[in-house]
């Protein structure tokens, strides 16, 4: 039987790594030694020069159907985990038959929910991955996306300013429909409490050295506050809202609330009764990220939402403290760019790079800055912050440029 690999944009070094040999005997040559947990599938991340991808075996028709439905989501700009390839046909040295493989590029700085606990993540942390798990559903729903297994696990959540953004990592069971009723979408949500409730009561029995925090979470509330915000941000983004001809600024009112959430309206339905009395509005199209585009057109910088909402914020305070107001903003971005951002970022260590992306550096100094500037009763230099910073806090951090623990299989790739 040929090898056969079937890669998007794929890396010839692919074809180097053992594929005659089962992915739970590979060696520390290619595999980072990273701890792991329990595996519906065998699955390992490999570095290769100086790319790492998750490579996980399953069967040959289940390995490209997720392939190719990753592929979709990546093409529509779903947060989801980047499919690199498939490799079928693998035979061992004795001519039997190995399960595919199906390649995904890692996710720098993500983690495992599990690894989140690990890394000093509390109960007060729950309720923001609730939060960027609903955010990821809702956004998976109004593309019209089935998803069949939503869960805690089968996510990667990176940190994004004083939350989190959550990522899928988990295609197998998904599936793209014309048109998603409400009764799928129910379906999806009523899964992801289930499994949620499961995973939370599983996080307090095996986490001994998590101690007060595993006790501390009640699984109950948190799957409470799941389906409470789901339906709420699924109203905010697609519900009906009507008022008189008189009080038309309630749409700039609801475009706005919609911008504050991170999404922009493509399209809005706008009706009006036979004497134009009432007015009906509905968002027919809405799309996630409007502050990271903004930022992005700004800056070219490219980040996570809330964090670009916060670098915006302080790109906003540099315009004011320097009377910038009347300048063209494109200009006065590319000076905060380089003025502020970047020699701010340019402090941190070599051996300190992979604690934390650029962007939450930045927001986490801010932060720190106002504790410093609280406790000196006055303005602390923000580059005496950063310093200060790195020396007190960031030094210690755990390395997040790469998962420390992969409690499932869907840990860095749709197992």
């Not at 001519?95 to 690990?118: D, W």
């Not at 939402?305 to 107001?325: I, M, P, S």
Request: proline share 6%.
């Amino acid at each position: 039987m040929a090898l056969r690999i079937v890669a998007s944009r794929p890396d010839p070094a692919i074809i180097t790594l053992p594929w005659a040999t089962p992915l739970e005997e590979w060696g520390e040559e290619h595999v980072v030694p990273l701890p792991r947990g329990l595996s519906r599938h065998v699955v390992r991340i490999v570095r290769l020069r100086e790319r790492v991808y998750a490579v996980k075996e399953t069967v040959e028709p289940i390995a490209f159907r997720e392939y190719r439905l990753l592929r979709d989501l990546q093409r529509m700009g779903m947060p989801a985990v980047v499919p690199q390839g498939v490799v079928a046909g693998r035979v061992d040295a004795d001519g039997e038959e190995l399960p595919a493989a199906l390649i995904t590029e890692h996710l720098r700085f993500s983690l495992p929910y599990r690894s989140l606990f690990s890394h000093g993540a509390g109960r007060e942390d729950l309720p923001r991955l609730v939060d960027a798990l609903v955010v990821l559903l809702v956004r998976l729903h109004l593309a019209d996306f089935y998803w069949g297994d939503v869960s805690l696990s089968n996510v990667l959540f990176r940190r994004s300013a004083d939350g989190f953004a959550a990522y899928l990592v988990d295609a197998e069971t998904g599936e793209l429909r014309p048109s998603l009723s409400r009764q799928m979408r129910e379906h999806d949500v009523t899964v992801a409490t289930e499994n949620v409730f499961a995973e939370l009561l599983d996080l307090q029995a095996s986490l001994p050295e998590g101690g007060s925090v595993a006790r501390a979470i009640e699984p109950h509330e948190v799957v409470e506050l799941l389906q409470r915000r789901y339906d709420e941000l699924w109203s905010e983004l697609t519900g009906h809202e009507e008022f008189s001809a008189g009080e038309l600024w309630r749409i700039e009112r609801r475009l706005e609330r919609l911008n504050d959430l991170g999404f922009d309206v493509d399209e809005l339905d706008i009706v009006t009764d036979y004497d134009g009395d009432q007015v009906r509005i509905q968002p027919k199209v809405v799309e996630a990220g409007h502050h990271r585009r903004e930022l992005q057109s700004l800056t070219g910088l490219d980040v996570e939402d809330a964090q670009a909402r916060r670098l915006l914020n302080d790109l906003a305070a540099f315009t004011a403290h320097h009377d910038l107001g009347r300048e063209d903003r494109q200009l006065v971005a590319n000076r905060w760019l380089t003025k502020i951002y970047e020699p701010l970022v340019a402090l941190i260590p070599d051996e300190a790079r992979g604690k934390l992306e650029p962007a939450q550096f930045f927001h986490e100094v801010l932060v720190h800055r106002w504790y410093l500037s609280e406790r000196a009763g006055r303005p602390v230099d923000i580059f005496d912050t950063a310093r200060d910073y790195i020396d007190t806090v960031l030094r210690s951090k755990p390395d997040e440029a790469l998962a420390a623990d992969e409690p499932d299989d869907q840990a860095q790739i749709s197992p």
